[in-house]
């Protein structure tokens, strides 16, 4: 009965493949998120979604595409892998304005 | 321009003790503060908060100090335990364009010593 998952929790693969990772959440919450943990541990926000709709774009490579098929699943697609892309990343989820829970994350290793 | 900041990277502690663990910001809009504890391998998980309008919430073991003035808050974990062990975040809720985004600072390695 997890409440925030990610698969795949672990992902290495080489450059200029495309990958996705997928998230889902049983908490009925109605906003979810992307963000990525780098190297030197900033987590910082890629996108969120709201009731399906696109709120939050930050500045990141446009080989990042996230997709929202219901508010309960929010995927990640990486297209053109690069090194620099090896990260740990993160969904999370929430009520809209309201504390975010986190999954488990999925690490990216590209070589 | 890092808007949420941890200065310490990592802080010992012995168990029984009482640990700070430190947290500033520049942004005043900030309108409300958590602190998330993460495990190795694991997601980070929700602590305890505290809204701007307030300067101390309690939660059992752990509470996390507001000073407004200062731009700083803390969580203080009493006594501390070897469970304890983590990595903490501290993060800044903000509205950005009418939309609210959440930044996180860059964790504390926390060690409870037996």
């Known amino acids: 009965d997890t409440a925030v998952s990610q698969t795949p929790k672990y992902l290495v693969t080489q450059m200029g493949n495309d990958k996705s990772i997928k998230c889902e959440q049983n908490?009925?919450?109605?906003?979810m998120y992307w963000y990525k943990q780098d190297s030197k541990k900033f987590l910082k926000i890629m996108f969120s979604?709201?009731?399906?709709?696109?709120?939050i774009n930050e500045t990141v490579p446009n080989r990042f595409s996230p997709k929202s098929p219901d508010k309960a699943h929010l995927n990640l697609h990486i297209n053109s892998l690069e090194l620099g892309d090896s990260a740990v990343y993160f969904c999370?989820?929430?009520?809209?304005?309201?504390?975010?829970?986190f999954g488990p994350g999925t690490r990216l290793l590209v070589l | 321009d890092q808007q949420v900041k941890q200065n310490s990277p990592s802080l010992s502690v012995q168990e029984g003790r009482i640990s700070i663990l430190n947290c500033d910001y520049t942004?005043?809009?900030?309108?409300?503060f958590l602190w998330y504890k993460k495990y190795p391998a694991e997601g980070p998980t929700f602590l305890i908060s505290?809204?701007?309008?307030?300067d101390k919430n309690e939660d059992g073991r752990f509470t996390v100090f507001l000073n407004k003035s200062a731009k700083h808050l803390s969580l203080h974990i009493v006594p501390s335990q070897p469970g304890d062990s983590a990595v903490y975040f501290c993060a800044a809720k903000g509205l950005y364009s009418g939309t609210y985004k959440y930044i996180f600072g860059t964790g504390t390695r926390l060690k409870v010593l037996a």
């Open positions: 505290i809204s701007s309008i307030k």
């Open positions: 999370a989820s929430s009520r809209y304005g309201e504390t975010q829970y």
């Open positions: 942004n005043s809009m900030f309108d409300y």
């Open positions: 908490l009925g919450h109605d906003t």
């Open positions: 979604y709201n009731n399906k709709e696109l709120i």
